[in-house]
């Protein structure tokens, strides 16, 4: 059993930036790292608007830099994953595959994870061909024909990383318009190696039994591919919270500022808020609940 005065739950922009905030006021926080250190951000190729960088970052090196900067704060790293929790007494408890924690206050951080398509055959290829991080998996497919799905900026990302290391860029869009930022937008429309459907979708994927090979759209084409990149959406991580905080149908935390339904539980990031889900907005409502545990703690 280990006893904490403050445990952040999550190591993203809003677990880092909570745990630098609690470190400089002398909360000796402990940060549970989950087991994508750094969160999604470490899967995006270039952030362009989180402020400081006049030239664009590498989504790693900015969380990899947060990191340090967290060490060299005070923080201290516990790498688990939080599978319950019990916030019914003033001792909040939290049980992971790897210790069970204690700790006055908490900070659930734990950000979202990507959506896939529930399709037939995703299960199937996925990891053989379908994937959710282009950054992660796009060299497999140097020189191939890949495809990406999905209309907001991270299929938008995902199409211009890819358009560098592939013959030809597909996106597969259901909508009309998207809902991304303009100046992606306009990149994906003046690369001379990326095709755009739109209101198409995708009705499955096929392949060899071992890897995938060609998606059937909606249009009635096979369209041939080695890869196909799913860039849908984000799911809170947030199961683990079922019954001890309030969530709403989607399984957000509900929140009032950063504060949950339970005293002394704070909440940050992209786990609370379904609508903006940039770095910048979950740093700071990192700085806000740490503050807010300040205040609990110490008023
Ligand atoms: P998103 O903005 O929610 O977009 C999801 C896209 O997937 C939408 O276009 C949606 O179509 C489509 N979609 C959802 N379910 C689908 C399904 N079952 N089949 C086919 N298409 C489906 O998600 P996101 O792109 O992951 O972005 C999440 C947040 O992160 C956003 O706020 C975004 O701005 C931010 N972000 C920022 C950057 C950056 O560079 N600053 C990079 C990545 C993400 P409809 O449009 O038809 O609903």
Known sequence: MINENLIIVGSGPAGLTAGIYA??????????????????????????????????????????????QAEKAGVRFAMDAISSVDF???????????????????????????RWTGLPGEELYKYH???????CDGNFHKGK?????????TALADVIHLAKICRCVTLIHRG????????????????????VLKNTQVVSFNGNGG???????????????????????????????KGSLDLDDEGYVCTNGVDTSVSGVFVAGDCANPLYKQAVVAASTGAQAAQQAQHYLEG
Do not use: W
């Open 145 to 153: 024909d890949v495809a990406v799905i999905g209309g907001g900026d």
């Open 88 to 114: 019914s007494g003033s001792v909040r408890r939290l049980v992971g595959m790897v210790d069970t924690y204690e700790a006055k206050c908490v900070i659930i951080a734990t950000g979202a994870t990507p």
């Open 176 to 195: 009309d318009s998207f809902r991304g930022t303009k100046v992606l937008v306009d990149r994906v429309l003046a690369a001379s190696n990326v095709r």
């Open 23 to 68: 470190a400089r006021a002398g909360l000796s926080p402990l940060v549970i790292e989950g087991m994508l250190s750094g969160g999604q951000l470490t899967e995006t190729a270039e952030v362009e608007n989180f402020p400081g960088f006049a030239e664009s970052v590498s989504g790693l090196d900015l969380m990899t830099s947060m990191h340090a």
């Open 211 to 241: 890897k995938l090979e060609s998606l059937t759209l909606s249009n009635g084409e096979t369209l041939s591919v080695s890869g196909a990149f799913v860039a849908i959406g984000h799911v809170p991580q947030t199961d683990f919270l």
């Open 129 to 135: 061909g379908i994937s959710s991080c282009a950054v």
